[in-house]
């Protein structure tokens, strides 16, 4: 590897698995100290695999005190904070007429809560540091629409708007803070896999064909990581504000929304 990130540290988010994971491992490659962050104990275990560059925090993104709480200890811990990827994501099945109070709350709270908190807690880090690169993973669905998880799609819609919010919040500052997304479509996660059995569990919350989930022409994490990695470092300093759709051209091809017919 290059060191592309030689010297920086860097938070993820959700890194106990999937998404999160592989940009840990990737970052950690490139020469960067990276600190996973999950309510999932299984993030210890990745740290461990990638090694002494790699650390773990137990951490509840919907709390903005835990946010301040995991800013602070990297800045003590590191002296500076260079990347932020807002990775963590929930989804439960639900279309717009079966969506409950809970789940919405849930997804929402992980999703939103989680980008805003992060954001506004990393700028000023990045500010001390000198500059830095945010990354929220938004989703496919954010921009085609889902309807078997109405929910998802919202959360996923306000990180995707949000974003923007955040990179002409820097511009018109002139801070040297770039604040991307990147929508995957269905890449092989735990969180994807796991959909199928909630469709199941859900089969009469008025689901319709075809969710998202269920088609076996899925890329990997590591399709999703390696623009994670480039957004991530100087190479894409001219890069801001930007929605990045990886996909394999599933949002232009025929067929990509599922149907509206039972």
């Known amino acids: 590897m290059s060191g592309r990130l030689a010297g920086k540290v860097a938070i993820i988010t959700g890194a106990a698995k999937g998404l999160g994971a592989a940009d840990a491992r990737m970052f950690a490659a490139e020469g960067a100290t990276v600190v996973l962050t999950d309510v999932d104990p299984e993030g210890q275990k990745v740290a461990d695999e990638i090694g002494p560059t790699a650390c773990f925090f137990h951490h509840d993104v919907r709390s903005e005190a835990a946010w301040a709480a995991l800013v602070g200890d990297v800045e003590r811990r590191f002296g500076r904070l260079d990347i932020l990827v807002n990775n963590a994501g929930v989804v ?9 109070e809970a789940d919405y709350r849930f997804i929402m709270s992980v999703s939103v809560d989680g980008v805003v908190w992060g954001c506004k807690h990393a700028i000023p880090a990045m500010r001390r540091a000198g ?12 921009a085609q629409g889902e ?39 269905g890449i092989i996660t735990p969180m994807v896999q796991s959909i199928p059995a909630k469709r199941a569990a859900a089969s009469g919350a008025g689901l319709i064909s075809d969710l998202p989930g269920d088609r076996n022409d899925r890329g990997a994490p590591e399709d999703v990581a390696a623009l994670v990695l480039f957004l991530a ?24 929304i599922p149907s509206l017919q039972a």
């Not at 439960?92 to 409950?100: A, F, H, K, L, N």
């Open 92 to 100: 439960e099945v639900g279309t717009p007429e079966s969506v409950t």
């Open 147 to 185: 309807p078997n998880v109405a929910a998802y799609v919202a959360a996923k819609g306000a990180v995707d708007a949000y974003t923007r919010a955040v990179a002409v919040y820097c511009g018109q500052l002139r801070l040297p803070i770039r604040c991307n997304a990147i929508l995957p479509n």
């Open 233 to 256: 470092s100087d190479e894409s300093r001219w890069i801001n504000g930007q929605s990045i759709l990886v996909d394999n051209a599933a949002s232009v091809t025929k067929g990509a």
């Open 131 to 142: 500059g830095g690169s945010i990354v929220n993973m938004s989703s496919i669905a954010a």
